[in-house]
Nanobody, 115 residues
Framework: QVQLVESGGGLVQAGGSLRLSCAIS????????MRWYRQAPGQVRELIAG????????LYGESVKGRFTISRDNAKNTVYLQMNSLKPEDTAMYYC????????WGRGTQVTVSP
């Protein structure tokens, strides 16, 4: 059974940084393109970053471009999201998504940014 587990969320002041991690088990990370999404209460789930299987291509949502960086370490079966210059509007539950024949989702990690 493929499982994704996010970690690294927490409470941080505006302007601070966090690094989220997403670890896969039940399969190897290199089989999957990966995405990070976030969802705030009452809001639609938003794609914020993506990375291809080898890590050679990335994409970012306009709201986080220049502040967030997605990366992967296939040897460690872990994908990362480095978040810098955090803003209160970044407050959300952050989800890891593995794209395959079917999609797998983690249960999320909460990020809260205080003003």
């Amino acid at each position: 059974q493929v499982q994704l587990v996010e970690s690294g969320g927490g409470l941080v002041q505006a302007g601070g940084s966090l690094r989220l991690s997403c670890a896969i088990s039940g399969d190897i990370l290199r089989n999957y393109a990966m995405r990070w999404y976030r969802q705030a209460p009452g809001q639609v789930r938003e794609l914020i970053a993506g990375i291809n299987t080898g890590g050679s291509s990335t994409l970012y949502g306009e709201s986080v471009k220049g502040r967030f960086t997605i990366s992967r370490d296939n040897a460690k079966n872990t994908v990362y999201l480095q978040m810098n210059s955090l803003k209160p509007e970044d407050t959300a539950m952050y989800y890891c998504n593995a794209m395959g024949n079917r999609d797998y989702w983690g249960r999320g990690t909460q990020v809260t940014v205080s003003p």
